[in-house]
């Protein structure tokens, strides 16, 4: 089982990205995945995940309205379409197998499962 992600790079603020994950030994309809970050001297962070039944998003509190997760389950890829950029978005962007839950107020959470890929960086500066 391996993840591959792409897509990383040096973008201005307000600029765009999109970040793919190439699985291969799973299939992404089956499977929850998301996108994790973490930045020099932070904590990792989950960014986005994609549920495995019905395509169910999360999305962090900080990337909510400017980022958005898809998965094209024929090429067996998950996307982060990542707009409105920001200096505080830099990091080491990576994809993982995910484990999803419906909390008690009905939203969702994420966690990292088992299978992690490397990284691709992103860097928001002028």
């Known amino acids: 089982v391996q993840l591959q992600a792409s897509g990383g790079g040096l973008v201005q603020p307000g600029g765009s990205l999109r970040l793919s994950c190439a699985a291969s030994g799973l299939t992404s309809d089956v499977t929850p995945i998301g996108w994790f970050r973490q930045a020099p001297g932070k904590e990792r962070e989950g960014v986005s995940c994609?549920?495995?039944?019905?395509?169910?998003?999360y999305y962090a509190d900080s990337v909510k309205g400017r980022f958005t997760i898809s998965r094209h389950n024929a090429k067996n890829t998950v996307y982060l379409q990542m707009n409105s950029l920001k200096p505080e978005d830099t990091a080491v962007y990576y994809c993982?197998?995910?484990?999803?839950?419906?909390?008690?107020?009905?939203?969702?959470?994420?966690?990292?499962?088992?299978?992690r890929g490397q990284g691709t960086l992103v860097t928001v500066s002028s």
């Open positions: 994609i549920s495995s039944t019905d395509g169910s998003p």
């Open positions: 993982a197998t995910a484990r999803m839950f419906i909390e008690p107020d009905y939203s969702l959470s994420c966690y990292e499962n088992d299978v």
